[in-house]
């Protein structure tokens, strides 16, 4: 459906979209991408990347060749990407309502019986007709993490433990660099610069 970015992509692994559910009963939702030779190899990448917290229970990737998105501009210019082709079958639709939410592109919202992705994309822009991105994509192209509990428990479990913390979470060792600064300690700056 979408064509690769780059003509030398014969030369790399493709690229694949993540989709991680936080916790039950919440949507998938695009949490950004991995280059991945294999499904396992994509959902080992997509684990290591992107479960670096506690909040995952389950983890999709789906190939960039098999997602079509669209804004409404693009098909205002382009009304060709409702009539891309494609398999028959189930559809997940994805939709951006807000750029608020830098994190994630889409949250999933759904499924739809299409004849194709432009049928999909159809069917998308009509049940969400006010949203700034539509992205669909067949559940076929879908490589999921097993949801019995076990591999839940293997896959999402270790991200409790890790001592991962955000930045702030850290002491300042040594003095604190406004310290230095009122102190005329910094390099290339005295102290009679400070009430200049």
Known sequence: M????????????PRWEVFKQDAPGRPHQAVGSVHAGDPPHALLTARNVFVRRPAAVSLWCVREDNILTATPEELTTNPALLDTPGEPGTYHVGVKRTNKRSMTFVDL???VQASGGGNALRQAQVMHPDVLAWMVFP???VVRTDEDPGTV???FAPAKDKTYKQQ????????HVGELKRAGLMPG??????GA
């Open 168 to 175: 702030q979470h850290y002491g300042v060792i040594g003095r």
């Open 139 to 141: 559940d076929t192209a």
């Open 2 to 13: 979408t064509q690769p970015q780059s003509p030398s992509s014969d030369t790399q692994w």
């Open 109 to 111: 919202s759904g499924t």
């Open 153 to 155: 428990e293997s896959w």
């Open 189 to 194: 700056r005295a102290a009679s610069e400070e």
